[in-house]
């Protein structure tokens, strides 16, 4: 076996090109500038990767853009770099996703020979090549309109050509709950097939879900959008050796990342050991983030002195206003984009459940239903028996024990709040 691979490619999905990132922009313009174009930087991140590792091309597993009315500017911006890598001699195989059918607006702009774009009607087959010699074959389809119910790979070949095998598909195998269930399929589905890689996209995070004949990865979004896509995002180079030995390497190409910290407040008695505390962890965030902007969400929790005075600040002026000071010039800033106070007043809860009197009284319930054999379906038949019930109703659908759980929990603290509670 030679020193070399055989053949390079890099695989990539969800890019999801001009994303809007909403609502940053009336904070920090110089900071929305940079998110608007991350997604766009990303993808070219990918182009210099694939031309630095000496590829020989490059598979887009669906989701290119982030609208079915993708604009044009986005279409232009995602040619131009289809361009340069042709002039790098990469060859692009790319399939269109939930996001971006094939049924969405195209302004129709021409595109390099070396880009091959799989049609919706049924699976194609594309072959990659290095001057004469075929390296795989690629088999691939792109959704026709938006919402695929069917379970593709019944489409894809029972044999494969030539020595190596491709499959592009962007499904949700597994029934992944956190995303849409479009091209539904099992893992078994694509372990019975006679290919030798599956390049999928539609789940935002990477994951190597069979690292066997045949490989079947998600390389997750090359930028993270928002704090539910957090930490390093990008895609993987992908090495083919001979023999067909396959070797992927996880490599970030995210310009901007996310990040959700927490801060426990129980052992901080000032505030000013709480902003000390605060400032370390933005400079921790800014040292992960390896030269990168990053946005983070700060979550303080705990039980403490300090609960009553932060309930009675203004947190947006008072504690995160201070922390993103002289942030925006900066090419590593370190944003705070939000806080989420999830402290606790300092209350012995235990020995308070054991008074006689009416806040015992609700905090003993809260405990009888937090320890009951079906929280979830009490707290459902408690609320449904509300007036307000009919606003609530599609804010409350789909939320699991957990997080009902994390709502009686936030019932309660306010329950000592509003009645004055400072016993400790």
């Known amino acids: 076996m030679g020193s070399s691979p055989w053949f390079t490619f890099v695989h990539c999905a969800d890019l999801h090109l001009d994303s809007p990132f909403e609502g940053l922009h009336a904070v920090e313009p110089e900071i929305a500038r940079v998110l608007r174009r991350s997604t766009f930087q990303a993808f070219d991140n990918i182009i210099d990767l694939a031309v630095r590792e000496k590829a020989d091309f490059i598979v887009v597993a669906g989701d290119i853009y ?100 491709i499959g592009v598909l962007h499904a949700n195998v597994g029934g992944d709950p956190n995303h849409d269930n479009y091209a539904p399929c099992s893992l078994a589905d694509l372990l019975g097939s006679p290919l030798n890689y599956w390049a999928l996209g539609h789940i935002h995070q990477p994951r190597i879900l069979s690292g066997a004949d045949p490989w079947v990865v998600y390389p997750g979004t090359p930028q993270g959008r928002s704090v539910k896509e957090p930490e390093a995002r990008g895609c993987y180079v992908v090495r083919v050796w001979e023999g067909g030995r396959i070797t992927p390497e996880f490599v970030a190409t995210d310009v901007v990342r996310w990040y959700v910290e927490s801060l426990d407040v129980g052992g901080l008695a000032t505030l000013d050991a709480l902003l000390d505390e605060m400032t370390r962890h933005k400079e921790d965030i800014r040292k992960k983030a390896d030269g990168r902007g990053a946005i983070w969400r700060l979550v303080l929790s705990g039980r403490g002195e300090l609960h009553g005075r932060l309930c009675r600040l203004d947190l947006e002026r008072d504690l995160i206003l201070p922390l993103r000071e002289e942030e925006a010039g900066r090419p590593d800033f370190v944003w705070l984009e939000a806080i989420q106070l999830m402290t606790r007043p300092p209350v012995d809860l235990s020995k308070r459940r054991q008074v006689q009197d009416f806040i015992g009284e609700v905090l003993r319930s809260v405990e009888t239903i937090r320890r009951g054999p079906n929280p979830r379906g009490l707290l459902e038949e408690v609320v449904a028996r509300r007036p307000e019930y009919r606003f609530l109703a599609p804010h409350l659908e789909g939320l699991a024990q957990k997080e009902w759980l994390a709502l009686l929990d936030e019932a309660e603290s306010l329950l000592l709040d509003l009645l004055g509670e400072e016993e400790v």
């Open 66 to 165: 982030d609208s079915v009315h993708q604009s044009l500017y986005a279409q232009i911006r995602f040619r131009e770099s289809l361009r340069r890598a042709a002039e790098a001699g990469l060859q692009c195989f790319i399939a269109h996703g939930n996001h971006d059918p094939l049924s969405g607006w195209d302004a129709k702009l021409a595109l390099p020979e070396a880009v091959h774009r799989f049609g919706g009607q049924e699976v194609e087959c594309f072959v990659a090549r290095r001057g004469g010699e075929i390296l795989a074959h690629l088999y691939g389809i792109s959704y026709a309109h938006r919402e695929i119910r069917e379970n593709l790979v019944s489409r894809f070949p029972k044999k494969r050509e030539g020595p190596f095998a």
